[in-house]
Protein backbone atom coordinates (compact mmCIF):
# COMPACT_ATOMS: atom_id res chain seq x y z
CA UNK A 1 0.00 0.00 0.00
CA UNK A 2 2.33 2.67 1.11
CA UNK A 3 6.44 2.14 1.25
CA UNK A 4 7.36 4.29 4.49
CA UNK A 5 6.01 3.55 8.02
CA UNK A 6 5.30 7.02 9.60
CA UNK A 7 7.17 8.47 12.49
CA UNK A 8 5.63 7.77 16.37
CA UNK A 9 6.95 9.77 18.97
CA UNK A 10 6.98 9.34 22.47
CA UNK A 11 4.82 12.81 23.03
CA UNK A 12 2.46 11.33 20.20
CA UNK A 13 2.33 8.19 22.48
CA UNK A 14 1.90 9.54 25.29
CA UNK A 15 -0.76 11.92 24.35
CA UNK A 16 -2.87 9.30 22.75
CA UNK A 17 -2.60 7.34 25.69
CA UNK A 18 -3.56 9.39 28.07
CA UNK A 19 -6.83 9.97 26.46
CA UNK A 20 -7.37 6.61 28.20
CA UNK A 21 -5.24 6.70 31.06
CA UNK A 22 -4.64 9.96 32.83
CA UNK A 23 -1.91 9.04 34.66
CA UNK A 24 -0.16 5.95 32.90
CA UNK A 25 3.73 5.68 32.77
CA UNK A 26 4.37 5.21 28.97
CA UNK A 27 7.59 3.06 28.48
CA UNK A 28 9.12 2.14 24.92
CA UNK A 29 8.70 -1.79 24.07
CA UNK A 30 11.86 -2.66 22.53
CA UNK A 31 10.97 -6.27 22.12
CA UNK A 32 10.02 -5.29 18.57
CA UNK A 33 12.60 -3.79 16.67
CA UNK A 34 10.91 -3.43 13.62
CA UNK A 35 8.08 -1.56 14.65
CA UNK A 36 7.87 1.71 17.13
CA UNK A 37 5.29 0.88 20.20
CA UNK A 38 4.81 2.37 23.47
CA UNK A 39 2.74 0.75 26.11
CA UNK A 40 1.52 1.26 29.22
CA UNK A 41 -0.01 -1.15 32.45
CA UNK A 42 -2.08 0.34 34.97
CA UNK A 43 -4.99 -1.26 36.46
CA UNK A 44 -5.84 -4.53 34.45
CA UNK A 45 -5.59 -2.80 31.35
CA UNK A 46 -2.80 -2.83 28.89
CA UNK A 47 -2.53 -0.29 26.16
CA UNK A 48 -0.17 -0.36 22.83
CA UNK A 49 0.32 2.77 20.54
CA UNK A 50 2.49 2.06 17.44
CA UNK A 51 3.23 3.17 13.96
CA UNK A 52 2.06 1.71 10.94
CA UNK A 53 4.45 -1.19 10.65
CA UNK A 54 2.42 -4.19 9.66
CA UNK A 55 -0.27 -2.67 7.59
CA UNK A 56 1.63 0.61 6.18
CA UNK A 57 -2.41 2.51 6.16
CA UNK A 58 -0.65 5.43 7.22
CA UNK A 59 -1.88 5.37 10.96
CA UNK A 60 -1.28 5.18 14.43
CA UNK A 61 -3.00 2.06 16.33
CA UNK A 62 -3.90 2.06 19.72
CA UNK A 63 -4.68 -1.23 20.98
CA UNK A 64 -6.33 -1.38 24.40
CA UNK A 65 -6.80 -4.68 25.99
CA UNK A 66 -7.65 -6.20 29.49
CA UNK A 67 -6.57 -9.81 28.73
CA UNK A 68 -9.79 -10.97 27.17
CA UNK A 69 -11.30 -8.21 25.50
CA UNK A 70 -9.66 -6.15 22.71
CA UNK A 71 -10.62 -2.45 21.27
CA UNK A 72 -8.73 -1.46 18.55
CA UNK A 73 -8.73 2.32 17.34
CA UNK A 74 -7.13 3.97 14.71
CA UNK A 75 -5.41 7.81 14.63
CA UNK A 76 -4.35 9.98 12.14
CA UNK A 77 -1.04 10.96 12.79
CA UNK A 78 -1.29 14.53 12.17
CA UNK A 79 -4.19 15.62 13.67
CA UNK A 80 -4.67 12.88 16.25
CA UNK A 81 -8.53 12.66 15.48
CA UNK A 82 -9.70 9.07 15.59
CA UNK A 83 -10.06 7.33 11.94
CA UNK A 84 -13.39 5.40 12.14
CA UNK A 85 -13.25 4.41 8.36
CA UNK A 86 -9.88 2.35 9.05
CA UNK A 87 -11.36 1.10 11.93
CA UNK A 88 -14.73 0.13 10.04
CA UNK A 89 -12.20 -1.26 7.31
CA UNK A 90 -9.93 -3.27 9.49
CA UNK A 91 -13.59 -5.13 11.20
CA UNK A 92 -14.74 -5.46 7.88
CA UNK A 93 -11.86 -7.62 7.07
CA UNK A 94 -11.81 -9.74 10.65
CA UNK A 95 -15.31 -10.47 9.64
CA UNK A 96 -14.10 -11.65 6.09
CA UNK A 97 -11.32 -13.62 7.23
CA UNK A 98 -14.44 -15.14 9.74
CA UNK A 99 -16.26 -16.55 7.01
CA UNK A 100 -13.14 -18.02 5.14
CA UNK A 101 -11.99 -19.78 7.62
CA UNK A 102 -15.28 -21.36 8.65
CA UNK A 103 -16.38 -21.89 5.20
CA UNK A 104 -12.88 -23.81 5.16
CA UNK A 105 -13.82 -25.57 8.52
CA UNK A 106 -17.36 -26.88 7.20
CA UNK A 107 -16.48 -27.09 3.41
CA UNK A 108 -17.84 -25.26 0.84
CA UNK A 109 -21.04 -27.26 -0.04
CA UNK A 110 -22.17 -27.62 3.77
CA UNK A 111 -21.48 -23.74 4.27
CA UNK A 112 -23.53 -22.91 0.95
CA UNK A 113 -26.42 -25.24 2.49
CA UNK A 114 -26.00 -23.66 5.54
CA UNK A 115 -26.49 -20.21 4.47
CA UNK A 116 -28.80 -20.66 1.87
CA UNK A 117 -31.00 -22.80 4.77
CA UNK A 118 -30.79 -19.69 7.67
CA UNK A 119 -30.87 -17.27 4.65
CA UNK A 120 -34.32 -18.17 3.76
CA UNK A 121 -33.87 -19.96 0.37
CA UNK A 122 -34.63 -23.16 1.54
CA UNK A 123 -33.49 -25.37 -1.21
CA UNK A 124 -33.71 -29.70 -1.83
Same mark, same amino acid.
Request: net charge positive.
Given at each position: MY? @?? +?RLTKKTATQLIHQIM???VVIKDE???EATI???????????C????FKR? @?? +??????DGE??????YSPTTLNRDFFEEKAEKEEAALQARVKWVSQVGLKMAHKLVDH???EETS
Open positions: D @KT +IPRATAPFRAVTNGLEIRENDWN @KR +IKLTITNTIVHYYGG
